[in-house]
């Protein structure tokens, strides 16, 4: 069983800071890609920022030079820090991974709630 945790959600006032962690345990052979979405009410669900397994990573236009993705492979853990936030940031952030154990598959976590007040 492989399960999918985050952690790190929370209040923040805009232009402040907040760092997510996402860990992921079970029976895992390996993780590839590993990365971040969030769903703002009335919203659909999008992605936020992703990283491979060597490290390469990808960010949405709206988070580039504010977010950065980062991940601990030896702790099978990603974490997204995010810097000068906005009230749009305001969202249920959802880890994702595609895990090996042995067959791939993309396993989500449950959802940190973010809220940026003006």
Same mark, same amino acid.
């Given at each position: 069983? @492989? =399960?999918?945790?985050?952690?790190?959600?929370?209040?923040?006032?805009?232009?402040?800071?907040?760092?997510?962690? /996402?860990?992921?345990?079970?029976? %895992?052979?390996? %993780?590839? $890609?590993?990365?971040?979405?969030?769903?703002? #009410?009335?919203?659909?669900?999008?992605?936020? $920022?992703? !990283?491979?397994?060597? &490290?390469?990573?990808? +960010?949405?236009?709206?988070?580039? &030079?504010?977010?950065? %993705?980062?991940?601990?492979?030896?702790?099978?853990?990603? +974490?997204? =820090?995010?810097?000068?936030?906005?009230?749009?940031?305001?969202?249920? +952030?959802? /880890?994702? $991974?595609? %895990?090996? !154990? #042995? @067959?791939?598959? +993309?396993?989500?976590?449950?959802?940190?709630?973010?809220?940026?007040?003006?």
């Amino acid at each position: 069983q @492989v =399960q999918l945790v985050e952690s790190g959600g929370g209040l923040a006032q805009a232009g402040g800071s907040l760092r997510l962690s /996402c860990e992921a345990s079970g029976s %895992i052979f390996s %993780i590839n $890609a590993m990365g971040w979405y969030r769903q703002a #009410p009335g919203k659909q669900r999008e992605l936020v $920022a992703v !990283i491979t397994s060597g &490290g390469s990573t990808n +960010y949405a236009d709206s988070v580039k &030079g504010r977010f950065t %993705i980062s991940r601990d492979n030896a702790k099978n853990t990603v +974490y997204l =820090q995010m810097n000068s936030l906005k009230p749009d940031d305001t969202a249920v +952030y959802y /880890c994702n $991974a595609h %895990i090996v !154990i #042995p @067959v791939g598959k +993309y396993y989500w976590g449950k959802g940190t709630l973010v809220t940026v007040s003006s």
